[in-house]
């Protein structure tokens, strides 16, 4: 491609609103165009890398036996009432009318569409097991749609969902998409971790995310340095601590502690260790049929963070995990939120592991600005349940029973789930087996996020100047920068002809034949992220040379201009 | 593929509610399964149709120069309300709100996106022509979904916008266009025809359609047989009589037609051919601003027909086309619908030239059961323009002078326009020229219906078996067909290496290794239309041989086993 006859469309000037390293890249170096809130569009360079993402992932699932379909994105609600996510889904979903008032909705997954399909087209076990797919534009509704592709609200995905028999025939295809995820995520040349985790709204039992790893990653990913494991935070577990828990030897005291709202402040003030505090949040409750009723307390170690995922599963607690509101909180602990403690409370006490395993601990009094010392579990507080409710911290020891953990940051970029029998059950897909006997099916499904995996892979691979490709995915693999092409002859020679190579050989190849600076159209090239570039200036040429140089390793050489072409070739 | 392996999902069954053959095969073969009205899921053998067409749609774009973008399905309002047609598109167009009460529509095209993003980053003369396209999925929330996918609601689009600093510079990437566009259609393996057509809502000057000619098809196409003259019969100039008009010879003279109330019916009473009759047609009129206002009279010669589009481009005509309703009838001709004429009407009146060359001619009489003869222009009645209101016929001349005309039917699967200024205008879209002046962007445009292109295939492309389809675009080039696999090792032994050594060419092969009876597996074969099968049997192989099947010509021949697949690789 020449720069003259594309739209290359770099900018220098960082655009204000893009909170990321990612979303400033993607505008400054001509890959997407805002339309809307959450809505871009992709400019030929940023589609050029979209499509082959996208390419590199159908071709490991293809490999993986997994079948291409293509369904609509524009949904009826019907299905999705019979599955029960018409009611369920928030705003997310975007609900719409036809011209006939007829209820719709823009996709955002298609556990429905799939499973009424295959309720239809297979009836027997001897079709199974059966893994079909698709690439497709989705929509959710975000709330606020932020980091440009990251979390828009139109996106590409691939997302399959095979059907079988019974679980372990799941597990087997299970175990081949998590191999091909590896597959996928090592031809795109990413850095990223398989992670155990939770199956959220999604449903189903096993759940494993990949994540690409970098530093500005909205997700904490667990690992330990003992194994293997790897977790999302939000799934790791946090064991209770060992030995048995230290006896009581303080009195209960109650004591002032004006001004001192957080544990913080309470553990200076009282000059206590956090970690001989606890922290008291009253939340939300749920009655028998999951409605929000009344108020639970939860429990935790003063320097522990509430881990709301593992919260939200106790039957007693209302789901999304909601806080008390001031006026529950008054009705509840008669105190502000600083002040609250279990001692007293008439409502279900949670309390985590490693706090329910302190002795003689400082904890609210339910009494605006003051709090109590030498407090004790079973001989103050007598009515609580301990389980684990908390994030992990670093140090932890491993739940595997292997090393210790420690926290890094990533980027959700792939998520497969054991659904079981959740959507088939609901919408009564059942196929009959070779005993004539009717079983209904069990389900996985696959996700990849294909336009979020191009963000994430450029706050991998940048620097200060711009995006540093990995070779497969770089929208041109090669770059030819002429310098004051204009004013010679045996540049655009020399340039021409080596482009002519590179196309011929079916290298995508970026000539800058514009009438520009040379630094600018050095800026350019190092913006875009072009992997392998090659620099033909007059004083180089006097010696039969050009200029080479990487843009991941920034190592520049000199080569014999009709050597540069297989250099090039055998570095791709 | 093996088809144990694979979702064949073909049925014997023609399906009730497809009317068109494209659209039953469709279903039979397993190419597409309907969500919901005018809602598609693609199953594995149709997607791999609409990608093959996808494939070359692209390639044939880029090598015209012409840039890949991809903009989003859901388009805010504002741009449309820029453009004005927010307002003037009808319910097609499927208005949507988002969660915060936002208004949005889903793209049935993309006029307003691609000129928001090159008023955006287009700025100078330097930077153009430029040709942007995607292939994309749109939206037309049709009253009435049918034939499939050729006219569904979601449906896969090529939608090309260039941007010219004048309309020579238009006008020759339109020709480019015109020409890419003919080499898709030749690469498909289509028989088709680019025709002059008319722009309708989209605007704009020039316009061509690129028909695939099938009797089935909905559009007529007019063709000369004296030069490459073609046009939609819409378009298409019906030249006014040669010669003088006829004296006027007879009186005026009123007679009674009771129960006659069709041209044929009146014609046959007074024992007078009906081209020597007229007829009236009373449709609704426009004030100054194009509001429905009053009626306006339509004159025919009795076997012409209306044709729409031309009469309702005169400002007094209102647009879209609208008949007068029975009571406007009776109040502007005092009579029923079928006995109206132009003598003595007291509204404009349109003539078409083939009417208004007649002398002596049969008449409504604005009386019910009446009818004039022997009614003259100029004499009987004054007030009235000439116009081309009418569709050409059969043996019409042709309007470009050489040859007569004749019709066939076609199927609609691109169109390419010269727009001009009508959104670079409205949406003030210009660049700084050469001499440093603002001047507006000259735009064209240019659609395909990728999936309309995979049933237009099939409609021009089948026999009673199934498909027949053209080898570039075929789910599976070769078919291989083991008889009886099962109860034989040799069978499967040839079958297998043969599958292989397709697979490994790179060749799309299915391998029938299903239990079935052969008699199923050859319908099957034939149905997905499979171009080359080779079929392994038992007594074949005594010989050493396979058979070779080719489902275009029907062709079979004995093949040596090591022969055949050069044979066939030759062939593609």
Redesign the interface.
């Known amino acids: 491609m020449r720069t003259t ?3 290359l ?1 770099t900018q220098k000037e960082t655009p204000s609103d893009a909170e990321v390293i990612s979303h400033q890249l993607m505008l400054r170096a001509g890959m997407i ?1 805002k ?2 809130s959450g ?6 360079s940023g ?1 050029k890398v ?1 499509r082959k993402v996208e390419n590199i992932v159908r071709e490991e699932m293809n490999k993986a ?1 997994a ?10 609600a019907d299905l999705w009432e019979e599955s029960g996510r018409w009611d369920k889904f928030g ?2 979903l ?1 609900r ?1 009318q ?2 006939h008032q007829r209820p ?1 909705l ?1 996709g955002p997954t298609h556990e429905e ?1 799939i499973t ?2 295959v309720r ?2 297979i009836s027997s076990y001897k079709q199974l097991p ?1 893994n ?1 797919y698709q690439v497709q ?1 989705k ?1 959710r ?1 975000e ?1 606020r749609p932020r980091f440009g592709v990251m979390r828009s ?2 996106f590409l995905m691939k997302d399959a969902y095979s059907f079988h028999l019974d679980s372990d025939c799941l597990e087997k295809t299970y175990q081949t998409m998590h191999q091909a995820y590896c597959n996928i995520f090592d031809r795109l040349g990413l850095e990223y971790r398989p992670v155990l985790a939770d199956t959220g709204s999604i449903g189903g039992s096993t759940s494993h995310e990949f994540h690409v790893l970098a530093e500005s990653g909205e997700d904490a990913i667990v690992f330990s340095n003992g194994s293997d494991y790897a977790a999302n935070i939000e799934k790791a577990e946090a064991l209770a601590p060992e030995g048995e828990r230290p006896q009581a030897n303080e009195q209960l005291n109650k004591v002032a502690t004006p001004n001192a709202h957080s544990i913080a402040e309470v553990s200076e003030l009282l000059k206590v260790d956090h970690k001989q505090t606890v922290k008291t949040l009253l939340v939300v409750g749920a009655n028998d049929e999951g409605e929000a009723e009344g108020v639970v307390a939860l429990v935790l170690r003063g320097d522990h963070e509430l881990n709301e995922v593992k919260a939200e599963k106790f039957p007693e607690v209302f789901a999304p995990l909601t806080f008390a509101a001031e006026e529950q909180i008054k009705q509840t602990a008669n105190c502000d939120a600083g002040s609250i403690g279990p001692v007293g409370l008439s409502v279900p006490v949670i309390v985590d592991y490693s706090a329910a395993h302190l002795a003689d601990f400082v904890c609210g009094a339910n009494e605006t600005g003051f709090h109590l010392t030498g407090a004790n579990w079973d001989r103050d507080i007598n009515n609580y349940k301990t389980a684990d409710i908390r994030n992990i911290v670093e140090g932890d020891p491993s739940p595997c029973g292997q090393g210790t953990l420690s926290i890094k940051r990533g980027i959700e970029v792939g998520h497969i789930f054991q659904l079981g029998t959740k959507y088939s059950e609901a919408m009564k897909a059942g196929v009959l087996t070779e005993s004539g006997k009717h079983e209904t099916l069990t389900m996985g499904c696959y996700g990849i996020g294909v336009s979020r995996i191009v963000a994430a892979a450029i706050e991998q691979n940048h620097d200060k100047y711009g995006i540093k490709w990995p070779a497969a995915i770089a929208p041109f693999q090669v770059g030819i920068l002429p310098m004051n092409m204009h004013k010679s002859h045996r540049i655009p020679e020399v340039a021409n002809k080596l482009y002519q190579a590179f196309q011929d050989a079916g290298i995508d190849v970026l000539f800058d034949d514009r009438k520009e600076r040379p630094g600018v159209m050095f800026a350019d090239m190092e913006l875009v992220g072009v992997p392998h570039v090659v620099v033909i200036g007059e004083r180089n040429l006097d010696e039969g040379k050009v200029e080479y140089k990487n843009r991941m390793t920034g190592e520049k050489q000199s080569l014999e201009i009709d050597q540069v072409f297989d250099f090039i070739k055998n570095l791709l």
């Open positions: 006859q594309y739209l469309a165009r339309l809307a809505l871009y569009t992709w400019l030929p589609l979209l036996g079948i291409e379909v293509l369904m609509p994105v524009v949904q009826p705003p997310e975007l719409i036809d011209r719709f823009l569409v009424e399909l239809k087209e059966i079909l534009t929509f509704d709330v609200r139109e």
